[in-house]
């Protein structure tokens, strides 16, 4: 007699809000998880989803979506839906926005190439591009910049909107969009920290111009963080388009737009492409060519 005892495992700690984003995005994506496991679209058809070693069980599948998800898979399912952490386990969060946003990234994703050289790269590489380092990074990085840049084989300075939109565990992924030629170019990147810079490997939609730019990572340089507004300037070699095929060098500098939450980046990364539309470059004889030059590295001075 006296005070009952318990018996069984403690249940675990869940986040409800995560729950539901769950449940919203197998929706979305139509992908199932109980009896028909020969469906294509069943989560245990799904590579992304065995691979993070994510429940084969229809009724633990339920009991995360119904109850929330513990902790300990939060992680892994946020990676296997392409979403931050933060963001998934967040209730204030838009999951069909956000989702709709990760799911044009995967897709333009699927064929890029990321750094490989091997086992000891591959553990310096998660070393510096830790997730907590990532999200403290994203944190001060993300978001929709007007970037100016100078091209070695371009009389103009150039302009293009850029926007670091999604973290996943160990890089920052973006797009971008440009216009040159007369020609509407739009890019896809990733952004990874190696020692004390970041690098940003880009990918044009059209396949035929891929680029590697080089910028200080601000974590590691006080000054540039607390920088207000904030910008950053780097360096950089893609391919020219010109029929030699031989590089170029570019100098840039990026400026970020201020901007509330998602949902005004999104308004904010329309109205710079249009700026973009409606002004591709700034040429010689235009007045504010001079003040856009200085701010750029002196590789562009000729």
Known sequence: MGNAITTGRPAKARNRAAGEHLRLALRILGKTWRKNTKDP?????????????LPRSATTIDADIRLGV?????????????????????????????????????????????????????????????????DRLFALIGGVYRVHYGLSHSG???????????????????????????LENRFTSITYRWHNNLHTHYLCDNHKEFGHIILPDPLRHNLIARRAPFWLSGNGVTDSGLADNAPTTVALRMEKRPAADQAACEALWERECAAVRKRPSTSRDEADFAALQDILTPQTAD
């Open 70 to 134: 513990p902790l300990e898979r939060l992680a892994a399912y946020a990676q296997c839906l392409g979403l931050p952490q933060r963001h998934f386990g967040s209730p204030q969060t838009d999951i069909r926005a956000l989702l709709a946003l990760s799911g044009q990234t995967r897709a333009a994703w699927d064929h890029a190439p990321t750094p490989d050289f091997g086992a000891v790269f591959q553990d310096e590489y998660r070393a510096y591009n830790a997730p907590h380092y990532i």
């Open 156 to 182: 103009h300075i150039h302009n293009c909107a850029f926007w670091l939109h999604t973290q996943e565990e160990h890089r920052i992924l973006g797009r971008g969009f440009f216009v040159i030629f007369g």
């Open 41 to 53: 679209d069943h989560v245990l058809n799904w590579k992304a989803w065995t691979t993070l070693g």
